[in-house]
C-alpha cells in the first residue's frame, strides 16, 4: 500500500498535496503569530516564548516546537522529493522526437519549480537569519526575536529577500492550493469558482500579512 502511494503518479500528487496543507496550516499561524509585532515587542516576543512552552505541562519544555519542526521538515522533504520525481517523470514520458525545441512546460507549471526553489532557498536563508542567527544582520539575540526582525529589515537585502520571497509564497500558494483540491478530489463543477476564490484570498492575505512586516519596519511603524 506504502509502496503504490510512493510509486504511483497520483500517489506523489497526494504527497505533494497533504504535505503541501500542512506547510499552509503552518504558514497561517506563522503569519498571524508576525502580526503581533504590530503590538509591540512584549506581545511579540510572548509569542516567541509561547512557541517553546506549547503543550505544557503535558509536554516538557521546547517538545511541542520540536514536534512541529519534525513534522514540517518531513512535509519539506516529501514535497519536494515527489516533486523533483514527477518534473523527472513528466520529462521522461515525453514523446522522444520533436521537430523544434522541446515545448517548454506550461507558465503554472514552471511558476511552481522555480518558486519551489526559491522557497526552499528562502526558508534555509530564514532559519539561519531568525532561528540561528548565523547570518543575522545585527547581533543576534536569542529569546529576543522583535529586535532581531526589526534588525533584518534594518537592510535594504534583508527586506528584498523576504519581500521577493514573499511575493512567490503567495504565487505558489494559489496555483498549489488549486492543484491539491484537484488531486484531492474536492472540486466539481459548483465547487470549482469557491476554490479558486479560496486560493486567491489565502495567497492575497498571507502575502499581506507577511510583508506588513517589513514594510512596517521600513517606515518606522515598528522600530
Ligand atoms: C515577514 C516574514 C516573516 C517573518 C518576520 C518571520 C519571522 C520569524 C521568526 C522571528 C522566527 C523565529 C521564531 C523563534 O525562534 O522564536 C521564525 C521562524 C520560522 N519561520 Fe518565519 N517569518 C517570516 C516568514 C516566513 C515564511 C514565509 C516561512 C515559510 C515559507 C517561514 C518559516 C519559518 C520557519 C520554518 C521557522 C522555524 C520555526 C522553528 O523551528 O523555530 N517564515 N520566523
Redesign the pocket.
Known amino acids: 500500500m506504502t509502496r503504490t502511494l510512493w510509486d504511483s503518479t497520483v500517489g506523489k500528487k497526494t504527497i505533494m498535496a497533504v504535505s503541501g496543507l500542512i506547510?499552509l496550516g503552518?504558514?497561517v499561524a506563522?503569519m498571524v503569530g508576525?502580526l503581533k509585532?504590530f503590538f509591540g515587542p512584549g506581545e511579540y516576543n510572548r509569542y516567541?516564548h509561547w512557541?517553546r512552552t506549547m503543550g505544557e505541562p503535558v509536554l516538557h519544555y521546547s517538545w511541542g516546537?520540536w514536534i512541529?519542526?519534525v513534522v514540517?521538515v518531513a512535509a519539506v522533504v516529501l514535497h519536494g522529493v515527489s516533486a523533483y520525481q514527477l518534473s523527472r517523470r513528466d520529462i521522461r514520458a515525453r514523446p522522444a522526437k520533436y521537430v523544434h525545441k522541446r515545448p517548454r512546460a506550461s507558465y503554472a507549471t514552471r511558476t511552481m519549480r522555480w518558486g519551489g526553489v526559491i522557497?526552499a532557498l528562502?526558508?534555509l536563508w530564514?532559519?539561519l537569519d531568525?532561528?540561528t542567527g548565523t547570518v543575522h544582520s545585527g547581533g543576534f539575540q536569542e529569546g529576543h526575536?522583535y529586535q532581531?526582525?526589526v534588525d533584518?529589515f534594518s537592510t535594504w537585502y534583508g527586506n528584498v529577500i523576504?519581500i521577493v520571497?514573499?511575493l512567490a509564497?503567495g504565487l505558489h500558494v494559489q496555483h498549489g492550493f488549486w492543484s491539491a483540491a484537484q488531486t484531492l478530489g474536492v472540486g466539481n463543477a459548483t465547487r470549482d469558482r469557491v476554490l479558486k476564490t479560496l486560493a486567491n484570498l489565502l495567497a492575497v492575505v498571507l502575502t499581506a500579512g507577511?510583508?506588513s512586516?517589513?514594510v512596517a519596519v521600513m517606515t518606522g511603524l515598528v522600530s
Open positions: 506547510m503552518y504558514l506563522h508576525n509585532i516567541g512557541l516546537l512541529v519542526r514540517l522557497l528562502f526558508i530564514h532559519l531568525l532561528t526575536p532581531n526582525v533584518t523576504y520571497a514573499m509564497m507577511f510583508v512586516v517589513p
